[in-house]
């Protein structure tokens, strides 16, 4: 199973909503990461955990919250979002950090 | 500096012609990895191919092989016999180091076009 799920696929949410994206891998990876792509540009990196630890926070700000719940769930909680942060988020995992990144399909974010 | 750059912002291929997509990096890391990664419209990245720095032999995966010209930091995607499914955002990426605590770092990417 190479599968890296993600949920929702489509996400609409006002700027005074809390909503959470979900992450899930079973192939034992024991890192995962959040990225944020913008369209026509490379994906770029939010968070990276590492055996459940958070090890990278792209200097992202505290309106995105992450949670490792778990080795094969990754969680990344909104709240007060704003319009700029419509986006594709992307969820990853590899067996270490810097190895083959699997990746999800993917939430498209729309704040409104 | 860019460390991985990407010159071509887009790119046309007929069906069934090999294309050549362009990735060189910038690293004084003499341990390294290099990835590429394809992304169609639906939005997922799908790995495809990946190069050691101390790997003797370019890499090859089926229909893609990387050109790995090590003195002139370059890593190029190949693809042979181009298909109508390739049609896609190629991203080239770089991990530094041995694995560790480096995360990938990626190119600002290539739209490939395959024309029937």
């Known amino acids: 199973d190479t599968e890296v799920t993600q949920t929702p696929k489509h996400l609409v949410m006002g700027m005074t909503n809390k909503k959470s994206l979900k992450c899930e891998q079973h192939?034992?990876?024991?890192?995962m990461y959040w990225y944020k792509q913008k369209a026509k540009k490379p994906p770029e990196l939010m968070f990276v955990?590492?055996?459940?630890?958070?090890?990278i926070n792209e200097s992202v700000p505290s309106r995105f919250s992450p949670e490792c719940p778990n080795s094969s769930l990754l969680n990344l909680h909104l709240h007060a979002l704003q319009p700029e942060d419509s986006a594709l988020y992307l969820c990853?995992?590899?067996?270490?950090?810097?190895?083959?990144?699997?990746f999800g399909p993917g939430t498209r974010l729309t704040v409104t | 500096a860019q460390k991985i750059t990407q010159t071509q912002p887009g790119m046309f291929v007929q069906e069934k012609e090999a294309v050549t997509l362009d990735c060189t990096y910038d690293?004084?890391?003499?341990?390294?990895?290099l990835f590429w990664y394809k992304q169609p419209s639906s939005g997922e990245m799908i790995f495809l191919i990946y190069?050691?720095?101390?790997?003797?032999q370019n890499a090859t995966e089926g229909r893609y092989s990387l050109n790995f010209q090590k003195a002139r930091k370059s890593a190029n995607l190949v693809i042979s016999a181009s298909q109508l499914g390739d049609s896609a955002m190629y991203f080239c990426a770089m991990r530094e180091g041995n694995s560790g605590n480096t995360p990938l770092v990626f190119g600002k990417g290539t739209r490939l076009s395959v024309i029937a």
């Open positions: 192939m034992g990876h024991r890192a």
């Open positions: 690293t004084s890391d003499p341990s390294y990895g």
């Open positions: 955990y590492s055996y459940e630890k958070l090890s």
């Open positions: 990853a995992s590899s067996q270490e950090i810097g190895g083959e990144q699997y």
């Open positions: 190069q050691g720095s101390y790997d003797q």
